[in-house]
């Protein structure tokens, strides 16, 4: 026996160090060459690292939330006979390292659901039976995979009240299917079919933040750290472009995407911004340097289930309202199904962010640094408001609260931007003039 040292593969792009994300292996486990053994975050993609040596786990050598360099030792194997050089290694090690080549920008950013067992044949029903899963600790967080907790959180399921089969405890879709086959305790709803008592609530969960949701906290903390946020809100009323889209949307073409309130909302945002440069820029704190864009890169915050990601549409400036509507389609797909690229996460001059129908009367938008503007959407209201002969009739008002970089753009001009996309809106037609 001799022991082999797995260092951090190079995993492209001129990535030089990656975050550990979760193990999936562990001291005295079997591994076998090409094994998915180690799951490591680089800016906002999760890439599989694949074992390189069939053999035994010794050790594995970091914990989810270290970042390591490339070339570090991450993991030492048991394996018969002597260590195959690092020469010999180096190709294959790439190769497995990146994603395959119709899956080179796609690598993965949230774990596969974990595959249910193969049903024991009839003939043996007593090897079918699972082993018991040993009783876990009161107050210990349950071990699940993200899909898995999604799967029990939709169906009102305690994960703590689930025994796990998988390894550590871990609960698997199988465990989740028999419990609920099994009619396992619900959670406690209030008026609820088969509600549980009303014990008092004792556990408490410490989580290390890591991976994607470091990265947002590190740079919410830095906008907010360095930006000087003003927040400037007004309604709009949207009853004629309301109308209209409704009008587009029953009469668009077939292939052509469904339009909503975001791409109408571009193109106000695109027309008004030549007036307003110093809101579609970007400001180094360091040197002191703006930088203004003739083109418009328009982020549209995303809410995934990995967390809050920013996909661009690039050089909204030159799109028309339903090429606007296709980009803004295929970002925001291609951000929730984990398959949006670095380049579509990067280089925004300006950001929109919309908490759709759940978006409250006013939010306080934080800006994605270094931009020095966001603009906020809230949520469509039919509410009561005079017209010009004073009748109280209902329009469908809606509410823009828009951050700016105060060191660059004064109320006055913050406030002058959003009544230009307000006059753009309110009067649909000239969005296309």
Not at 102 to 123: D, H, I, L, M
Not at 238 to 259: P, V
Not at 284 to 293: E, N
Request: a negative charge; charged letters at 25%; hydrophobic letters at 40%.
């Amino acid at each position: 026996m001799s022991e082999y040292k797995y260092k951090m593969p190079d995993v492209g792009e001129g990535v030089v160090e990656a975050e550990i994300v979760e193990w999936h292996v562990k001291a005295g486990d079997k591994v076998t060459e090409d094994q998915h053994i180690l799951d490591v975050m680089t800016d906002k993609a999760t890439v599989e690292i694949p074992c390189a040596v069939n053999g035994v786990v010794k050790m594995t050598l970091g914990e989810p939330g270290d970042v390591i360099a490339v070339g570090t030792e991450i993991l030492v194997i048991e394996i018969d006979g002597t260590p195959p050089t690092e020469e010999a290694e180096a190709s294959k090690e790439e190769a497995k390292a990146e994603p395959k080549a119709e899956n080179k920008a796609e690598a993965k950013s949230e774990p596969k659901p974990e595959p249910k067992p193969e049903p024991a044949p009839a003939a043996a029903p007593a090897a079918a039976a699972k082993a018991p899963a040993p009783a876990r600790p009161s107050g210990e967080r349950p071990l699940a995979s993200p899909a898995v907790r999604q799967r029990a959180l939709e169906a009102d399921i305690d994960l703590a009240a689930v025994p796990g089969t998988g390894p550590a405890g871990r609960i698997t879709h199988s465990d989740l299917d028999d419990f609920i086959a099994a009619g396992g305790r619900l959670v406690s709803k209030v008026g609820g079919a088969g509600a549980a008592s009303k014990a008092p609530r004792t556990g408490v969960e410490t989580q290390k933040v890591i991976g994607l949701r470091r990265k947002i906290a590190e740079n919410m903390a830095l906008s907010k750290r360095t930006i000087p946020h003003i927040t400037y809100v007004d309604e709009i009323d949207l009853t004629a472009l309301e109308d209209l889209r409704a009008h587009l949307n029953a009469n668009r073409q077939e292939g052509q995407a469904k339009l909503t309130i975001i791409p109408f909302l571009m193109q106000a945002l695109v027309k008004a911004l030549p007036s307003f440069p110093q809101a579609n820029a970007h400001y180094d704190t360091d040197s002191a340097m703006l930088t203004q864009y003739a083109g418009v890169h328009c982020g549209i915050a995303a809410a995934t289930p990995n967390g809050l990601m920013v996909p661009v549409i690039r050089h909204a400036e030159s799109l028309d309202i339903w090429d606007t509507a296709a980009e803004v389609k295929r970002l925001a797909d291609a951000a929730r199904m984990g398959k949006a690229t670095k380049e579509e996460l990067t280089g925004s001059t300006i950001t929109i962010t919309s908490l759709g129908a759940i978006g409250g009367i006013v939010t306080t938008p934080v800006i994605n640094h270094p931009e020095t503007a966001i603009i906020g959407v809230n949520k469509m209201q039919t509410l009561p408001r005079y017209d010009a002969e004073g009748r109280l009739v209902p329009r469908k008002i809606m509410n823009l609260s828009s951050s700016f970089d105060h060191r660059i753009v004064d109320g006055y001009e913050a406030a002058q931007l959003i009544q230009a996309m307000k006059a753009l809106l309110e009067n649909p037609a000239t969005l296309f003039m």
